[in-house]
């Protein structure tokens, strides 16, 4: 069959076998569906009842969801807690507490490990050390790091003392931080003198110099710099420190300062519609409850377990499964600094051998490339390895093309490990719909159903129900805990990108467009309703990469980006360039187009780059001056113009954007 066909008629159907169903959590259809009636019958109570049981409160609440101010919905408002407690001191005097907390596998394969009660005492002396740095509760600190303990510490130690953090992806440009640093009004960045990914030693710290260099920082006062490599950085006298330095001196005990269930865990920002990136704020209680439960629920989660989720610290995903997830659940989990093809593309394989991991979790795009790389070679085909190990794989961030699905579950979970193909986004703060293991039937492709108190819907513009079968927008109808609280200064943004009025002003809008299957209701994700794409599970918005395009001043006049499909990365960035000169061609244009990706890569990060980029003398107009985008796309894909497109001014430009580079 092939791959498109499989889309369509997808009807291949794979029960949770007899050894997952076997002592779940969630252990059949009928648990589940218990679950689900349970929140449906007493919503207020279903939550409360998790919360109480999830989560250790200093002060317990007393009020489970606050709807008076819609939608700026609050969760146990008046109970108090600390999210680095909950954990990392709750495993204290249990037989948690000498356990491996994280077993770290360099880039060069050097293996680091640390239990529960040693990781406590690196959080807390690093949460003394920023005390002393003079960072208080409600300061935002920016995390500039890469994948290793110390990130994960840094996170925890802000928790700790109630500082709000801010991580920014290792791979984001000087600009990028920069806008981050001064929309959060960070007190301190947090970073490494480099990174090590593919054997290569990458700067950090000269970028953070870059960042601040450009000006405006002014609530900035210390930068705390992580020795990664024995390469010496630029350090600045008063304003930076090295860890040994910031630590020195520093007791390993600090009593977690206990705050407000609804107090600022993190800003995460995300691209959306415009050009200006999200800062997406989330809280402490609901945003931990989610990721503790989505532990049990969606992974299964056991004491014997070693849970691998390979997102980095710079996404949500490595947010909620890799720094605060794993440990309030208490399993061991393995954090990787490098990348998946270094020393070679076996590389997850080895790992997963080595450390003996029962859970993975990764992304579509990982396994596509990886699919690649092992059928042009034996030696990296898992195959190759003893991965009997697992016993649940996972899948994030973009939906997952069938023929993936069913190499991923034959060959990585050798046809006995459910797939949990998890649908969510930064700002549901954790799962929403997904297969729990022990008990949902699985569809290749498919989200299937959402978690239990998750009211999860397909409806029109104007909120209304669609009918299985149909395509339409998907929306939450009802709020839940680890839902985003605000857009960090921007309330009206938040309301309005959301929670549309058309609809009633509380709906969560997801931007997703999806269709359930008439047979089962399962849900399937059929990709961004806005302009956001979604490359190699990465969220790019379209407008942010037009706007580094144009301004490149000297060069650019008009730019518009859309996105088209990609067999590797899911989607690809297409990019149609008008410049200030005449149009360029051949060479020449190679050469230019080379100069706009790069500046794109300097601008945003390499992960923004256009992979096409198409010349003309204009773009495609209406005559009021619109540009249709709709159109684009079309090109893009390469497929025959079947739009109206007679209101174009220009229609002779069409031949030339076609035309590839
Ligand atoms: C997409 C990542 C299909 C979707 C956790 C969403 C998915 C965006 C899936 C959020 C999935 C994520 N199937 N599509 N299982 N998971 N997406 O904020 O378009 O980086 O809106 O969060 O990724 O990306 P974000």
Known sequence: MSAIESVLVENRVFPPPEAAVKGARISGMKAYEAL?????????????????????????????????????????????????????????????????????????????????????????QFANALKAQGVNKGDRVIIYMPMTIEG???????ARIGATHSVVFGGFSAKALHERI?????????????????????????????????????TLKQVLVYMRTATACNMVAGRDQTFDEALEGQSTECVPVPVNAEHPLFILYTSGSTGKPKGVQHSTAGYLLWAKVTMDWTFDIKPSDVFWCTADIGWVTGHSYVAYGPLAAGCTQVVFEGVPTYPNAGRFWDMIQKHKVTVFYTAPTAIRSLIKAAEG????????????????????????????WMWYHKHVGGERCPIVDTFWQTETGGHMITPLPGATPLVPGSCTLPLPGIMAAIVDEVGKDVPNGSGGMLV????????????????????????????????????DGAVRSEDRGYFRITGRIDDVLN????RLGTMEIESAL?????????????????????EAVCAFVVLKRSRPTGEEAQKIATQLRNWVAKEIGPIAKPKDIRFGDNLPKTRSGKIMRRLLRSIARGEAITQDTSTLENPAILEQLAEKL
């Open 36 to 124: 689900c009636a349970e929140a449906g019958q007493d919503f207020e109570g279903f939550w409360a009842r998790l919360a109480r049981e999830n989560l250790a409160w200093t002060k317990p609440f007393t009020r489970t969801l606050d709807e008076s101010n819609a939608p700026f919905y609050k969760w146990f408002a008046d109970g108090e807690l600390n999210a680095s407690a909950n954990c990392l001191d709750k495993h204290l005097g249990t037989p948690v507490e000498n356990k491996d907390a994280i077993v770290f596998e360099a880039d060069d394969g050097a293996v680091t490990r640390i239990t529960y009660k040693q990781l406590l005492a690196r959080v807390s």
């Open 152 to 158: 994960v510490v840094a996170m925890q130690a802000c």
């Open 182 to 218: 001064i929309d959060a009004g960070a007190v301190a960045v947090v970073t490494a003198n480099y990174q090590m990914r593919g054997g290569k030693e990458l700067p950090l710290k000269a970028i953070v110099d870059e960042a601040i260099a450009m000006g405006g920082c002014n």
């Open 377 to 404: 070679d034996e030696k990296v085909h898992p195959a190759r390895y003893d991965l009997s190990s697992l016993r649940i794989l996972g899948s994030v961030g973009e939906p997952i093309n069938p023929e993936a």
């Open 476 to 511: 939450v109808k009802r709020p839940w805990p680890s839902m985003i609280r605000n857009i960090w200064g921007d309330p009206e943004r938040y309301k309005k990108s959301y929670f549309p009025e058309e609809m009633g002003g509380t709906y969560y809008l997801a931007g």
């Open 535 to 538: 490359v190699s599970g990465h």
């Open 550 to 570: 144009v301004s490149m001043t000297e060069l650019v006049a008009e730019a518009a980006v859309v996105g088209r499909p990609d067999d590797m990365t899911g």
